[in-house]
């Protein structure tokens, strides 16, 4: 799949969003809901592949957990609390694991070679950073992070209030690296 046919598909399915599930959008119900009814307008968009929200199996992980590996700093940084005992020392740096529910995957249950996309959302309405988010689709889809296998990350950025000039914004990621800003008027 080429980036210009995953760009294609993201509008498809928001514009779905936006006209089958607009309640929600306009009254700023919960971003879980919200992910939910995207997922469902993915699944059709994908119908080869499984859209899952909060999925955090990983199915080559010991634990069988979706974990990524952030560096000290970065958990004081972004005051993350969920790290696991096991850190990992490299050139005098301590690494953490860390468990992440990711909002929406597309992908094939029970293989980690099939995991085509990630997407993390935020509502217009939030008060949460998009920095974490942007961290972990970068984590997602990068080189450290290779046992995840994503071959993109998707955040949106979902318009909630009706002050908004935007239906969403969203940005592409692939291998670690986020790339341009696409806006839905």
């Known amino acids: 799949m080429t980036r210009e046919i995953l760009k294609a598909n993201i509008e498809k399915a928001l514009l779905e969003l936006h006209h089958h599930d ?3 959008l306009k009254n ?8 939910h009814c995207l997922a469902n307008h993915l ?9 899952d929200c909060e999925y955090n199996v ?13 560096p000290a700093d970065e958990i004081l940084r972004f005051r993350r609390s969920e790290t696991n005992r096991n850190s990992i020392e490299v050139d005098d740096e ?3 694991s860390v468990s992440v529910y990711p909002d929406i995957i597309v992908h094939k249950r ?11 959302l935020k509502k217009s309405s939030s008060t949460v950073s998009y920095d974490y988010d942007k ?5 997602y889809t990068g080189v450290f992070e ?4 994503y071959r993109f990350g998707v955040f949106i950025d979902i318009a909630t209030k009706t002050t908004d000039n935007y239906k969403f914004k969203f940005k592409i990621f692939e291998n670690g690296e986020e790339e341009e800003e696409y806006q839905i008027p």
């Open 94 to 96: 301590i690494y953490y």
């Open 28 to 35: 700023d119900g919960s971003e879980r809901s919200i992910a």
């Open 110 to 120: 029970g293989r980690n070679n099939q995991n085509l996309i990630i997407f993390e």
């Open 58 to 70: 990983n199915v080559d992980a010991a634990n069988r957990r979706k974990e990524i590996i952030l």
């Open 43 to 51: 699944q059709k968009i994908y119908a080869d592949y499984h859209a």
């Open 146 to 149: 290779r046992s995840l296998r």
């Open 22 to 24: 607009n309640h929600l």
């Open 135 to 139: 961290l972990k689709l970068c984590k």
